[in-house]
């Protein structure tokens, strides 16, 4: 999903992103470029731990990281501990300079970062939007809010969280619910044709999933559950966000649930758990019972107060949640299940999915479960975003690399 204007003609696709053709691309693992993802990665620091990593002599990889060091790619950073004999030099990553500007799009709002090229956020801020004022509309604002965001530094890449599914091959929204404007569109190619840089877009719960799996260091099998205006599910198996064969895995918004009162969806068909038990169902149903509601902010302030029927509706969406959510967990063995999102924030909601999950899953599914309300926080989905841009920026240079090393 992610694009380059400029190499567009020697472009090729490596997963659901396009890439710049290059002979060398991956390299070998003895290539300057794989010996630089590996100090990226934080996977060896100096050149002797180089060395060792990528099976090649010490003379070899002196040679590779002197070029690194030449290029401005790597820095010595001075003496590490040494384990008897000389001490070896640390090694660190230098990214070009630059930022990369990330939007979490929701309904009616959109958080917006700027991250340098190392991953640290440098700001941030939220705005109002209208997401069903369709794609034009809102890419203009956001961009332009982005580059505020960037001050003097160069944006060099964006990376979007859209609240719908994105068909990871096509790289089009799929019948998103409530983004009219938006079906079919490839986000990203838009993005990237208006702000002159690569663009990525992705589902907003894959790339919170992504987040929350960085704040959660060794955790290899998570379940991240957005609950917001809609419900929405990102996989991460052995470490790796899940996305098969289309993009569309996690999306559990169209699951039918039971005896919910034939409640029409957007798909068309009736009692889909998103039109049951998402934030914009639940603030449907309450309005249709005479309160006046805003919107999820609202829901979440009568939940403070402990209104009845509130509390009532949120533990009923839990538990509705919970079910779906109870196949997911015996099948699929997940360590963490992450709970996101405004619903997330509700102790009813939360409680529901809780008691419907231990009540329906076999012990040994649970035993070692942690069912959590997100560790990544608010920004979760935006840590997501800017790690999956910087990794593709960082591999598209290291395409570049082994093209001009040939
Ligand atoms: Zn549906």
Known sequence: ?????????????????????????AG?????????????DGAANSRAELARMAGISPSTAATRVE???????????GAGRSRGGR????????????????????????????????????????????IADGPDAVLQIVLGRLRELAGDAALRGIALSLPGPVDATQR?????????????VDVAARMSELAGVPALA?????LMAVGEAAAAPGIEHLVFVKAGSGIGCGVIADGRLHRGA?????????????????????????????????GAAIVGALRDAGLVVEDMTTVLRLANDADPLVTRMLRE??????????TIVNFFNPAVLALGGHLSQAEAFVAGVRSAIYTQCLPMATDHLEIVVTRAGRLGGAHGAARRILDELFEQDMAALGASAT
């Open 87 to 130: 001490r070896p030099q640390h090694l660190e990553y230098m990214p070009a300079p630059g930022v990369v500007g990330v939007a979490d799009l929701g309904a009616s709002h959109a958080s917006l970062a700027v991250f340098d090229l190392l991953g640290t956020l440098v700001a941030e801020r939220e705005d109002p939007i209208a």
């Open 1 to 25: 999903m992610i694009r380059t204007r400029r190499r567009q003609a020697a472009a090729r696709t490596r997963g659901d992103t396009v890439v710049p053709d290059s002979p060398i691309a």
């Open 172 to 184: 089009r929204m799929v019948s998103p619910s409530r983004m009219p404007g938006w079906n079919g």
């Open 246 to 278: 289309h993009g569309m895995a996690g999306d559990i918004s169209h699951v039918s649930v039971p005896d919910a009162g034939h409640v029409l969806c957007s798909c068309g068909r009736y009692d889909c758990l998103d039109a049951v038990a998402s």
């Open 202 to 206: 992705d589902n907003d719960a894959n």
């Open 317 to 326: 969406a839990g538990t509705r949640t919970g079910n779906v959510l109870a």
């Open 28 to 40: 070998s693992a003895a290539s300057a470029a794989a010996l630089l993802r590996l100090v990226r």
């Open 67 to 77: 070029e690194l060091l030449r290029l401005g790619l790597l820095r010595d950073v």
